[in-house]
């Protein structure tokens, strides 16, 4: 069955048999949960402190528009979903949610989402997290996925704004500390998303999604995850010695980084055999890993800024 007479079929008008777990996978939780946890190191990171309500408020908004998105993104691809294994169990693929229900789901948080964070916090956090939003859907999802193979280079800046919505949501303003962090997220999420790639690359040329495997080679792929990783690692570890992180969360980069860039060493140089796949799925793995571990040092880091400065 082609991508378009699967469309045609996805719009034929049916019953809903959609649950509160279909509504719940349509906000993609896994990814949501990394979008609240990078904002919430963002909003902790900032200076001066917030009102409690506030920041929760700000994190919840973060989250459902981050929910929002992942929803107007399974709209739209639901062609492809439905030709990709990784996502043919999803609840529009499967029929359980209309593609009208999971669009006005969608429209409804995001609204919702820039509206409330804008009358409740402030405006220059909602109008970066309406961006974000504009961005992931608009951007990424509906124009550089299946029109170019820099897709996720270009598209990763959505996934990188969280901590900088935060940011702004506490303080009103923007700063380097929070640019320092999209850029952790931004060159993180190549090698993160090409690792995915070359193992599900047959997954990607059945539905025509020009991954990078897809279209240059999987030599290539591997050539571009080790260059982005070398990035990854410097752009992580200059917070440190700039003065901006504090010596903890230094040590913990240039940890974490060293052995980051080994598994994308290990991705370039082996190229047959089961290593072939196991090295990917292997990078895969720790880049989630790697990111958390990053961002909670941070976190520790600001939790304990109160006690450091008293002294304690």
Known sequence: MSIVDHTSLQLTPHISEAGVHDYVALLKPRVMSLVVFTALVGLMLAPGGVHPVLA????????????????????YDRDIDALMSRTALRPIPQGRVTPQEALAFGMTLAFFSVMVLGILVN?????????????????????LKRSTAQNIVIGGAAGALPPVVAW??????????????????????????????LFRTD??????????????????????????????????????????????????????????????????????????????????????????????????????RPLMAHGW
Not at 62 to 71: F, Q, T, W
């Open 56 to 75: 929760i408020t700000s994190i919840l908004c973060i989250a459902v528009g981050a929910g929002a998105s992942g929803a107007l993104n399974m709209w």
């Open 168 to 197: 702004a949501a506490a303080t009103g303003s923007l700063a380097v500390e929070p640019a320092l962090l999209f850029l952790i997220i931004f060159f993180w999420t190549p090698p993160h998303f090409w690792a995915l790639a």
């Open 203 to 304: 997954d990607y040329a059945r539905a025509q999604v020009p991954m990078l495997p897809v279209v240059a080679g999987a030599d290539a792929t591997r050539l571009q995850i080790l260059l982005y990783t070398i990035l990854l690692v410097a752009v992580a570890a200059a917070p440190w010695p700039l003065g901006y992180f504090g010596a903890g969360y230094g040590v913990v980069s240039l940890a974490l980084g060293a052995w980051m860039l080994w598994l994308a060493i290990d991705v370039y140089r082996v190229r047959t055999g089961r290593g072939a796949l196991r090295g990917p799925r292997r990078l895969f793995g720790f880049s989630i890993i790697y990111l958390f571990a990053l961002f909670a040092t941070l976190l520790v880091e600001a939790l304990l």
């Open 123 to 143: 405006w220059i956090a909602a109008s970066l997290l309406a961006f974000t939003i504009f961005f992931y859907v608009v951007v990424y999802t509906m124009w």
